[in-house]
């Protein structure tokens, strides 16, 4: 459409010089009429031609900037390396080999002496570790977390765990782990209420991979 008008311009421009030589040429009996017809053609196709082409102009840029935000995007989208497994499954990741053996849910860990209440509910994930480097690995909270199926995070229980190791149970909390020996252990996650649940696990404290388990 912006190609018509233009055509036109110049026609318009070319019958308007033409005109004003020899009216008869363009059809028009005087030199005014010549000047009545052609200039107000002129304008209005160049006007209208100037629009149809910063219309262009602002849709190209439009598309651009939304094709260099979605490529922008895109490239700034963090890279998802965690990887999904399974309760019973040996998981090799970093330093380690996880095996996630049960899980199970208590209002409340210890014994008599030391007790531990959970304002939701304590969720205990038991599970076995194998250090399979070549140096001793000390393990805390940050190797593990537990999201729910909306993604809301809970954290390692140091309370819980407390109360549990000093009840005589074997819990993972600043656990030592020796190279090839295999460690088992719980871990403790206080969760509103028992359902699905995924423990995320890494392999060492600077990695960046981890592994996504559902609990259920």
Not at 171 to 198: A, M, R, W
Request: aromatic letters at 10%; a negative charge.
């Amino acid at each position: 459409m912006e190609t018509v008008f233009i055509l036109i311009t110049l026609l318009s421009l070319f019958a308007f010089v033409v005109g004003m030589f020899s009216p008869k040429t363009v059809k028009c009996a005087s030199r005014g009429k010549v000047a009545l017809i052609f200039i107000p053609l002129f304008l209005i196709s160049t006007i209208i031609g100037s629009q149809l082409s910063d219309d262009t102009s602002t849709q190209e840029k439009i598309v651009n900037t939304t094709t260099q935000e979605s490529e922008s995007q895109e490239q700034n989208k963090p890279e998802n390396n965690e990887i999904e497994s399974s309760i019973g499954k040996p998981i090799e990741i970093g330093h380690f080999i996880y095996t996630i053996k049960s899980v199970s849910f208590h209002k409340s860990v210890g014994n008599e002496f030391v007790e531990q209440t959970a304002d939701g509910i304590y969720m205990l994930v038991n599970l076995s570790i194998k250090n399979i480097s070549s140096e001793t690995r000390t393990l805390d909270g940050s190797f593990f977390a537990v999201t729910d199926t909306n993604g809301t995070k809970y954290e390692f229980s140091t309370d819980a765990s407390t109360a549990l190791e000093m009840s005589g149970n074997k819990t993972l909390f600043l656990k030592e782990c020796q190279p090839n020996i295999t460690t088992k252990g719980t871990l403790v996650f206080e969760v509103p209420d028992k359902g699905e649940y995924y423990l995320h696990l890494i392999g060492s404290f600077w990695g960046t991979k981890t592994v996504k388990v559902l609990l259920k």
